[in-house]
């Protein structure tokens, strides 16, 4: 199994930035896909953006939302066990609890189900 702990969140005015941080542990941290999802206040949680594991040749595959493309970059430091989303030019519209997850069983992985670890979140707001 793995634990995940978020960090990084807070309060930014729109057009900031911000980068989130998720430290891994129990687990090798690069064989598997890792991702960040989010969930606004009366929304489902959302895919936001994955990066593929180490087995079957795909690492380093990125994948983002088209709604946060170009404005995230995810990324991810094996030797550090840690993942984090760096978020530029955000939007109210991006306000929400954001969560890392791990897909212990794939290299690579964008659909919520897919995952089978997860963070307890940590709170982005941006305001207008």
């Known amino acids: 199994q793995v634990q995940l702990a978020e960090s990084g969140g807070g309060l930014v005015q729109a057009g900031g930035s911000l980068r989130l941080s998720c430290a891994a542990s129990g687990r090798t941290f690069g064989s598997f896909a890792t991702g960040w999802f989010r969930q606004a206040p009366g929304k489902e949680r959302e895919f936001v953006a994955a990066?593929?594991?180490?087995?079957?040749?795909?690492?380093?595959?990125?994948a983002y939302a088209a709604t946060v493309k170009g404005r995230f970059t995810i990324s991810r430091d094996n030797a550090k066990n840690t993942l984090y989303l760096q978020m530029s030019s955000l939007k109210p519209e991006d306000t929400a609890v954001y969560y890392c997850a791990a897909a212990l069983g794939k290299t690579t992985a964008t659909m919520t189900s897919e995952y089978d670890a997860w963070g307890q979140g940590t709170q982005v707001t941006v305001s207008s």
């Open positions: 990066i593929s594991g180490s087995l079957g040749g795909s690492l380093g595959f990125k």
